[in-house]
């Protein structure tokens, strides 16, 4: 019968340190090159996926994007607002009811 285990009894102290040590260096080593590539792969796809920024240094076309994020609020707030109340005039069996509540701010979730 082979005896598997023979070569870890033959080990003196020393041996076995020496087996650990080296079987740990070897670890350590492979998951360093895993977080190297981690880290590469991240910055490729952060560059090829990084939108180009547009400088716009004039205060008028700043200011027509916020208005456009405004009106764009706006009709978001709107459509909401009538949703809710076709949904609370179908509870109420048609009937106009005003809402127990305004809806003051929308967050958009990402």
Request: hydrophobic letters at 50%; glycine letters at 4%; aromatic letters at 4%.
């Amino acid at each position: 019968m082979i005896n598997l285990f023979s070569a870890i009894t033959e080990l003196n102290f020393g041996e076995a340190l020496i087996v650990v040590v080296a079987g740990m260096l070897i670890i350590l080593a492979v998951l360093s090159i895993l977080v190297g590539l981690l880290y590469i792969i991240r910055y490729a796809v952060g560059a090829v996926e990084k939108p180009k920024k547009v400088k716009s240094s004039t205060p008028e076309n700043k200011e027509a994007q916020v208005q456009s994020a405004i009106e764009e609020d706006e009709e978001v707030v709107a459509a909401i607002t009538a949703a809710i109340t076709c949904i609370l005039q179908e509870e109420n069996n048609g009937e106009t009811i005003v809402a127990p509540f305004k809806i003051k701010k929308i967050k958009h979730i990402r």
